[in-house]
């Protein structure tokens, strides 16, 4: 029957759409998802609240079981990471003219382009590339569509990826991929660094991280670039820009497509949100081409001379031609792009680098004290970028062990495996402080 509040419910029109797009039912278009994942039952929720003071009652007393990561000594990482915020990108981002706007057209949000356009260029010189977007939802999403990217540019459909990824971006990148481009996992090395591998012909890409999902940062990535090269495939390399202070940029050591998360770059660590994605290349047409999102520059006005800020290669996008559009756009996160303009402009060139430096050394102070507190350091003998795997009998007893101390001391990758992460904002007293616990747990 026809709902009176859901667009094209009525039956009919429902079934046209179905046929549309050759489904027999709607339980078609959910065929990809898990029978694990499904709930075969009416959902469990409680009695309608009569007020909306009973409501927020309840939501703070849901948001009470939270521990926020700023109320105890926390070395949780793993994709969200607990970097210094300065106050200002808070009072930028909490502002109205860029807290509420959505999607407003040049002449009326003007200085919302103009914040986005400034964001953008900071990206492209940190990243030594051309061209970079408005940031798509989160770093998993970039990477699944730089690899997209990829194998239109190429016409191919067979990708080379890293197996120093994390399950949970692995598990996205299949989500967003698999149904027509085949994801190969390369070896992880005795350093925790990409292992070595052979392409031919038919692959569109190869995809790095680093630092990658060990913190082990990538040495390989010339060589990656050539052996790609040699058989008409690109380079995708997913780097986070807060290392690029200190670190050589991919577009350096040959990368065509990068990408990653900006969640590092001004944005707290958000019960899941906060995260951000973007996408560089090189200034090559029918790459920029095969960007979907949005890209922002300097565009002439009805006045002779007069430039302002605004879409760039408009054309090229599912705005402009709908369903014949090469991906969906979807919604930008612009305000964290905004954000982290203002971050990138208060760190500058000189604190970006005093920042990977910092982090540098406190990570490497981090894994010397660990393993002498009994932990196993892996890959001891790379270079490793705010994070560092550590093996010990029990993970899970660590863990709690250390949650008697105060301490959330890392992310569990498996039975015996942490994941430790060590920032900025970690003293050398802190650092004591977790090696102490450590050594009393193992113990």
Not at 60 to 86: I, K, Q
Not at 355 to 381: F, K, N, Q, S, W
Request: with cysteine; glycine share 10%.
């Amino acid at each position: 029957m026809t709902h009176p509040y859901i667009p094209n419910a009525e039956p009919g029109v429902r079934a046209e759409m179905l046929a549309a797009v050759g489904a027999a039912s709607v339980e078609d278009l959910y065929a990809d998802i898990p029978e694990g994942l499904r709930l075969r039952r009416p959902l469990d929720l409680p009695e309608p609240m009569a007020s909306e003071h009973e409501l927020v009652a309840h939501m703070r007393s849901l948001l009470a079981r939270n521990t926020d990561t700023t109320e105890v000594l926390g070395f949780l990482g793993h994709g969200c990471y607990p970097h210094h915020v300065p106050a200002v990108c808070d009072e930028v981002n909490g502002r109205s003219e860029f807290l509420t706007a959505y999607a407003g057209e040049p002449y009326e949000d003007h200085g919302r382009f103009q914040a986005i356009f400034e964001y953008v260029s900071m990206m492209a010189e940190l990243l030594e590339m051309d061209v970079v977007n408005v940031p798509t939802y989160d770093g998993h999403q970039a990477a699944g569509t730089a690899i997209r990217m990829a194998a239109r540019y190429t016409g191919r459909s067979r990708v080379l990826v890293s197996g120093a990824v994390s399950a949970e971006k692995m598990s996205k990148l299949r989500d967003f991929l698999s149904h027509d481009i085949e994801l190969v996992v390369a070896p992880v090395g005795p350093g925790g660094e990409f292992g070595e591998v052979e392409i031919d012909e038919t692959y569109a890409a190869i995809y790095l991280e680093t630092p990658n999902v060990y913190g082990v940062v990538e040495t390989r990535g010339r060589e990656l670039a050539d052996l790609a090269h040699g058989v008409g495939a690109l380079l995708v390399v997913s780097a986070d820009p807060i290392s690029l202070g200190v670190l050589a940029p991919p577009a350096s050591y040959g990368a065509d497509i990068a990408c990653g998360d900006i969640q590092s770059l001004g944005m707290h660590q958000n019960y899941g949100g906060g995260q951000a994605g973007y996408i560089a290349t090189r200034d090559e047409e029918r790459l920029v081409a095969e960007f979907p999102s949005r890209l922002f520059g300097i565009a002439p006005t009805s006045v002779p001379g007069e430039y302002g800020f605004g879409d760039v290669f408009y054309d090229r996008t599912s705005f402009a031609l709908r369903e014949e559009g090469k991906e969906w756009v979807g919604t930008a996160a612009a305000l964290w792009g905004i954000t982290a303009g203002v971050y990138l402009a208060l760190m500058g060139p000189e604190g970006m680098r005093e920042i990977g430096e910092t982090v540098l050394a406190r990570t490497r102070y981090a894994m010397d004290r660990l393993a002498e507190a009994g932990a196993t350091v892996l890959h001891p003998g790379s270079v490793h970028f705010r994070e560092f795997a550590i093996e010990v009998p029990s993970a899970d007893a660590l863990l709690a062990a250390l949650r008697g101390h105060g301490i959330l001391g890392g992310v569990r990758l498996d039975d015996r495996t942490l994941l430790v992460c060590v920032t900025e904002r970690h003293s050398r007293d802190d650092i004591d402080r977790l090696a102490a616990a450590v050594r009393e747990g193992l113990a």
